[in-house]
């Protein structure tokens, strides 16, 4: 089933996500009802707090295949790149974001066992930004203070001339 997407300045996207314990029947569905929903909305990667599940569930498909990725733990974030992110709880909204250019991230997959990867490029920035929605961040959070309020100011403007 196709979820609705939460979008700013929506409250669960500022809310940090739970740890999920097992990995039941409600999760599965959780799952399979995300992947349906990133694939329909045409995105490279979601949150679950992104579409009102506040657990700490992500996935993401950077042109290689599905990857889902269940309280995941970044480390060993290594070199720097800029460059402008999309969300889609920000539709219209692009802005340049400075992420590691490799980590290491540890997770737990949907069967529920515990594994490593090493991403880099485009997959290591896709998790960084979902993994950010998890911590209840968004792409706002990444600039400074003037720039965030430019950027919000701009966003809001933008939903409001859509009505």
Do not use: W
Not at 7 to 18: S, V
Not at 38 to 58: T, W
Not at 97 to 105: G, H, L, Q, Y
Not at 136 to 160: P, Q, V
């Amino acid at each position: 089933m196709i979820l609705p997407i939460k979008t700013y300045p929506d409250k669960i996207l500022k809310q940090k996500t739970k740890r999920v314990e097992k990995i039941d029947k409600e999760i599965e569905k959780l799952i399979n009802d995300m992947i349906e929903t990133m694939y329909a909305s045409n995105g490279a990667g979601l949150a679950a707090n992104q579409v009102g599940v506040a657990k700490q569930i992500l996935m993401f498909d950077n042109g290689k295949g599905l990857k889902i990725l269940i309280n995941p733990k970044i480390s060993n974030r290594r070199g720097k790149v800029i460059a402008a992110e999309g969300c889609l709880s920000f539709p219209g909204l692009e802005i340049p974001v400075k992420r590691p250019e490799k980590i290491n991230v540890e997770f737990m997959d949907r069967q529920g066992i515990k594994k490593e990867m090493k991403a880099e490029g485009l997959a290591a920035r896709i998790i960084c930004h979902e993994a950010d929605h998890l911590a209840g961040k968004t792409i706002l959070d990444t600039l400074g203070f003037i720039r965030k309020l430019s950027a919000r100011r701009k966003y809001l403007k933008e939903i409001k001339n859509r009505e």
